[in-house]
């Protein structure tokens, strides 16, 4: 039977060989690698618990831990569907890489992705989380508030695979948490608008809605430069059957070798996941530990940026005492944002704890088990506060004062932001398998769906290279941007700057996804968290 081309479609002879198996050898070699991986994650996984000290009462709380990995590593593996297969996408029509090849040299530079990512925009995306949350993600509404977000995403990232549509993974998590904060907030009490850092949230938002802008204009002029620096005719034409691209022709970098994320990407993550996609999933499983065997240590840094804090924020404490806990007083002005007579003394009474518990032990690992949780989570508040007072104008601080709450907040977040290499390790070992099972449908969507013609040499080089860079510019800011959203685009803008023609349908549906996205995420991850904080 002879192959037709549709209209709108690329010529069948031009066509990559998306089929063929793996290397047997391949599989072996794989299979061992993350057998391995799961033995050390499992490993450091009993480790942490055992060095925590924790006596074992019941087991419920490790069996609901231990389902939350899993989520959140399923999470990740979804993941992979959509972020590698989309960074693949140019490098396997332009014949730059045999497919089976492809996915496999993507998961390796994914790997090594996660775990060189600095995990900036993972904590930027948790910082939208509901601090009285975090606190708690040990509790039954913590749990509530993983389970709800993760399986929300889970669920949407489905959906827009199962119909070959590019979707943000980061963009879903970003509204499956803004939806639990909302939530929250509502079953609380509270103004449905109190449960989010608005303004955290709308640099991510804006971020996000101008990484698909930028991909196709910087995509677009980059190949017209390129058009009219390199004056070569077959670096713009569709390649002839499989002919890979000439040797002279540098072969773009990778964009997911800067995965968190993140993603985070983009990730994400990305995530990555890259770094953007990296997915807060990766912190959400170190909150959920018990003890830290390798964060990044407090010293004598922390003592002595505390004593600068403390004495911007005892001079407006001043003729007030704290009776009983300040702890809730600082949780309610993270909540709402609001500087009420027993903000600055309730957090000068949280320092100086710190203070006290930094300088007895010298360190948050000799911490006993018993109050070390407490320790970390009131870094954590004290470190969300001073982030929000150096924001509030009704604070009157001084640049000085600015640049002390921040000295210090920069030693409490090397205390307790960190991401364990076990945990980057199991993110990465997800996003793998999700790359190798689930890669084709986003693949031929990218590859064959966009344009009306052939992606060429040029194309696949600019709309690389673009993701790549936006990506390094991402992650350095902390920002998260959608791989996915970039690269297609970025294929898209290729294809107008080149002549080629768009398949409009395919663009209206990927646009339709991406404003649906933060909607659906934010009504389901609401909706589960609600149902979950009933059943816990």
């Known amino acids: 039977m002879t192959d037709l081309a549709l209209p709108g479609s690329i010529e069948p002879a031009h066509r990559p060989d998306l089929n063929k198996g793996f290397n047997p050898l391949t599989i072996i070699l794989f299979v061992g690698i993350l057998a391995a991986g799961l033995l050390y994650v499992a490993y450091s996984l009993l480790a942490d618990v055992d060095a925590a000290g924790t006596k074992i009462t019941s087991y419920a709380p490790f069996i609901l831990l231990f389902v939350a990995l899993l989520i959140a590593l399923g999470f990740e593996f979804v993941n992979g569907f959509h972020d590698t297969a989309n960074a693949v996408a140019t490098v396997i029509y332009t014949h730059a890489l045999p497919a089976e090849f492809a996915v496999i040299w993507s998961g390796f530079f994914n790997f090594l992705g996660v775990a060189l990512s600095t995990g900036a925009v993972a904590f930027g995306i948790i910082s939208l989380l509901p601090v009285e949350l975090i606190l708690q993600v040990g509790s039954s509404a913590g749990f509530a508030m993983v389970f709800a977000l993760l399986i929300a995403a889970i669920i949407w990232n489905l959906g827009t695979w199962w119909l070959g549509l590019p979707a943000s993974s980061s963009h879903t998590m970003i509204g499956s948490i803004i939806g639990v904060g909302v939530a929250n907030a509502l079953m609380r009490g509270r103004d449905g ?109 922390v003592i002595a940026n505390s004593a600068a804090a403390a004495k911007v924020v005892e001079t407006r404490a001043a003729g007030y005492n704290v009776i009983g806990d300040p702890r809730p007083a600082v949780t309610n002005y993270v909540a709402l944002h609001q500087i009420s007579e027993g903000t600055f003394p309730s957090l000068a009474a949280l320092m100086k704890e710190i203070a006290k518990q930094v300088t007895e032990y010298g360190t948050l690992g000799k911490i006993p088990a018993a109050t070390v949780g407490n320790t970390r989570n009131d870094m954590y508040l004290v470190s969300e506060a001073i ?60 590859g064959e769906k966009i344009g009306k013609t052939h992606l060429t040499y040029g194309q696949g080089a600019a709309a690389e290279l673009v993701a790549a860079g936006t990506i390094f510019a991402a992650d350095h800011y902390g920002l998260p941007v959608s791989t996915t959203h970039v690269l297609s685009s970025g ?46």
């Not at 960190?418 to 996003?431: D, M, Q, T």
């Open 193 to 301: 608008t109190s449960g989010v850092d608005w303004g955290k949230a709308t640099e991510i938002g804006e971020a996000l809605l101008l990484s698909p802008i930028v991909g196709f204009v910087l995509a677009a002029l980059l190949l017209l430069l390129m058009k009219y620096l390199i004056k070569r005719p077959e670096l713009y034409a569709s390649p002839k059957g499989n002919t890979p691209p000439p040797l002279w022709n540098p072969r773009p970098p990778h964009p997911h070798l800067h995965r968190g994320e993140l993603r985070p990407r983009l990730e994400r993550r990305s995530e990555g996941h890259g770094p953007n996609h990296a997915d807060p999933d990766r912190h959400r499983a170190h909150r959920l530990r018990t003890q830290p065997r390798h964060a990044a240590e407090p010293d004598g840094s």
């Open 387 to 446: 982030r929000f007072l150096m924001k509030d104008k009704e604070a009157d601080l001084t640049k000085e004062d600015v640049a002390s709450l921040n000295a210090y907040k920069g030693s409490l977040d090397a205390a307790t932001k960190f991401i364990p290499f076990w945990v980057k390790l199991a993110v990465a070992i997800a996003l793998g398998l999700g790359t190798m099972v689930g890669w084709k449908r986003i693949v031929v969507t990218v």
């Open 491 to 536: 294929v898209a803008g290729t294809m107008a700057a080149n002549g080629s023609g768009l398949q409009w349908s395919t663009l209206r549906n990927i646009a339709l996804a991406w404003v649906l996205t933060l909607p659906a995420a934010m009504m389901l991850s609401a909706f589960l968290y609600w149902v979950f904080s009933h059943v816990f």
